[in-house]
């Protein structure tokens, strides 16, 4: 039986205070198991970023529990959150994040060595993930010598690199092409396929298919959720 990675429990979150106040999440209740990935749609300010940032340890809810692999999160020391969200927990976003000053290998090394890892282990790491990713060719080359789309490949081999079980997308094919798109979430799926548990926001139905299930939020509650092409056609309507 395969292990839940992403349990949140009820999670709540409010921001602004009076007249300013919005609730962003509403009793979110969410699990998502390995080998498992979870589209999250709905219109700007529904509350999809704010789900994955506390998914990932970034930000506090108000109440509720938000565990990865087995640990709650907001009620451990920062340091030990500091340290899951190093070596569990991979972020991948729109706009890459690369360290332009770096090659492509440099990049995805870099969060092991951070976290003391040989030079030397992290590179054989960072390779192993490059080619999981099929882009290991580029591996020497600086972020502004590369494609879009071989920037988020890069981006996603970053965010797996290591032991990392749990990957979190935020919109990350929103600035490339339909073709370049297909090959990113191509790759993230496989990497969800090898074993880690996978969520997705993005506004792209095609993206979306590429997931197990597909939720729909609204005003901070996931209020549809598809299975099936049939089912995310109908989900699509609600959007």
Known sequence: ????????????????????????????TL????????????A??????TLLAISGGLERPDSGTTKVDGMELFSTTE????????????YVFQDFNLIPSLTAIENVALPL???????????????EALELMQIKEIAKRFPDQISGGQRQ???????????????????????????????VIRALRERIDGGAAGILVTHDAKNAAWADRILLIRDGAIVDEARTKRDLNELMKNV
Do not use: C, F
């Open 153 to 183: 490949r890069v981006a996603i081999a970053r965010s797996i690199v290591g032991s990392r079980k749990v990957i979190l997308a935020d919109e990350p094919t929103g600035a490339l092409d339909s073709r370049t798109s297909e090959a």
């Open 79 to 90: 340091k030990v959150l500091a340290k899951l969200r190093r070596q569990t927990i991979g």
């Open 44 to 49: 700007s300010g529904s509350g999809k970023s």
């Open 1 to 28: 039986m395969t292990n839940t990675l992403i349990d949140l429990q009820d999670i709540r979150k409010t921001y602004g205070t009076g007249d300013a106040q919005v609730q962003a999440l509403a009793g979110v």
């Open 113 to 127: 060595e951070l976290d003391g890892v040989s030079r030397g282990e992290a590179r054989r790491a960072a390779e």
């Open 31 to 42: 699990q998502v198991r390995e080998g498992e990935l979870v589209a999250v749609m709905g």
